[in-house]
Nanobody
Framework: QVQLVESGGGLVQAGGSLRLTCQVS????????VGWFRQAPGKERAFVGS???????YYPYSMKGRFTISRDDAKNTVYLQMNSLKPEDTAVYYC???????????????WGQGTQVTVSS
């Protein structure tokens, strides 16, 4: 059973940075594509970005330039570096693992419990 645990969330002022960590256990990380999603209050869960098995990254246009995903397969860990944070980035952030480098939730089989990120103005 693959398990994912996110950490690193918290409260940060606008313009600040946070690095979220997704620790994977129960299987080799290198077998999976890992995606990050977020869900703001009252909104649907939205795609933040993903990283392929070979380290190629994919971001929606709105995330490009501020968010960076990286992976360390030796540590079974994926990171989401978030810079120049804005209040509208406030959300619960989830990491997920699957077989396709996709922006769609249905393509990810395993999910973490989420970590809260709050950006104050």
């Amino acid at each position: 059973q693959v398990q994912l645990v996110e950490s690193g969330g918290g409260l940060v002022q606008a313009g600040g940075s946070l690095r979220l960590t997704c620790q994977v256990s129960g299987h080799t990380l290198s077998d999976y594509v890992v995606g990050w999603f977020r869900q703001a209050p009252g909104k649907e869960r939205a795609f933040v970005g993903s990283i392929s098995r070979r380290g190629g990254t994919y971001y929606p246009y709105s995330m490009k330039g501020r968010f960076t995903i990286s992976r360390d397969d030796a540590k079974n860990t994926v990171y989401l570096q978030m810079n120049s944070l804005k209040p509208e980035d406030t959300a619960v952030y989830y990491c997920s693992a699957g077989g396709s480098n996709s922006a769609f939730e249905k393509d990810y089989n395993y999910w973490g419990q989420g970590t809260q990120v709050t950006v104050s103005s």
